[in-house]
């Protein structure tokens, strides 16, 4: 999964603390690339090591082989990662400290529900069509990866989760301990969502179980109810705090994606102070059959009713906030008179 070898690269370039990368692809033309990209680059054979493995392979060998585990897995195939997660978790360094585990998923029409089966299969849980598709669907990758560290008495703390263009992507620190374990399952739970009216829930695993008799409490329609999705913490909050002081006193010029960066943890800093969803306000205009003012005006609103609220990195147009859809309504219609 190397490709050209610009991700190892970059660690080696930009991140001191790393002495070591392992770089490995299937592909022997990939290797040929990235031999020549590593020379061009000035990395030195003492830094790398490279193989030209299947990756499942690679990892459920490695200690075996090395006596040793690895610090930090990245895993970022053509598609679905579900394959990779068992040897991984066999591979990955879970004493003392833990390992981090960073894995990124690009089969999206699967993760955000529209190739339902597909998800049932690869990441064994059922997904639903909603607005915020993409908020489910980076909860639904987590849960995956949690559920097959359980196997392992292993479990997950996310650091950092990513839903952008034709990609999720999370970073979990990988740990182990029963009591660990029992905690990530107590973070599973289920969306509960009305397509008459939009209204949404979540009911967690400790929850008593209502999803037999799920009718909208705004319509009563019936309300269809998602597998087990992860309803814990997106982002670890103690590391987008030092990400954010790193990123301001780090120059312009180290990063091309720089206030690319600054925005994305300006957004997700209050992401987990909210319900696990996000309102698409374009999508609830519409289906008022409103216009709607700009998102900074819905946002003060909201909080000028006692209710908080933000902006997401999900959706460019999408609020998270603890009102209700009943309350998000009202708002918009108020801007109508």
């Known amino acids: 999964m190397a490709a050209t070898g610009i991700r190892a690269i970059r660690l080696l370039k930009q991140c001191p603390a790393i002495e070591k990368v392992f770089i490995n692809d299937l592909n022997p033309i990939a290797i040929e690339t990235v031999q020549k990209n590593l020379q061009i680059n000035g990395i030195t054979q003492q830094q790398i090591q490279i193989s030209s493995l299947d990756a499942k392979l690679l990892f459920s060998t490695y200690y075996d082989q090395n006596h040793t585990y ?83 008495e292993l479990y997950v703390h996310p650091v950092m989760s990513i839903s952008a263009q034709h990609f999720v992507r999370v970073f979990l620190h990988i740990r182990k301990g ?63 705090q030092d990400l954010d002081i790193q990123l301001q006193n780090t120059g312009k010029n ?45 946002l003060e609103r909201l909080e000028e009713k006692g209710f908080h609220a933000a902006r997401t990195h999900f959706d460019p147009q999408a609020v998270k906030t603890e009102a209700s859809i009943t309350v998000v309504k009202e708002v918009l219609k108020e801007f109508q008179t």
């Open 178 to 240: 029963i009591l660990g374990v029992n905690s990530n399952i107590q973070k599973f739970g289920n969306y509960l969502y009305c397509r008459s009216c939009h209204y949404r829930s979540v009911e967690k695993v400790e929850q008593k179980s209502t999803i037999l008799q799920c009718t909208c409490p705004l319509c009563g329609n019936i309300m269809i109810a998602s597998g087990l999705v992860w309803m814990g913490n997106l982002h670890d909050p103690e590391y987008v």
């Open 254 to 298: 180290m990063y091309p994606s720089y206030n690319q960066l600054l925005k994305f943890v300006e957004l997700v800093k209050n992401e987990d102070n909210f319900p696990p969803y996000y309102y698409s306000i374009p999508k609830i205009a519409d289906y008022l059959g409103i216009t709607y003012p700009s998102l900074l005006k819905i």
């Open 70 to 152: 690895y610090d930090i897995i990245d895993i970022d195939p053509f598609g679905s990662p579900s394959e990779y997660i068992p040897s991984a978790m066999q591979a990955i360094s879970v004493h003392e400290v833990g390992g981090l585990m960073c894995v990124t998923a690009t089969d999206t029409p699967v993760l955000f529900g529209i190739k339902k089966e597909a998800c049932i299969r690869k990441y064994l849980t059922t997904p639903i069509r909603t607005e915020f598709i993409k908020e489910m669907g980076t909860r639904i990758l987590i849960y995956f990866i949690a559920k097959i560290a359980n196997l392992f």
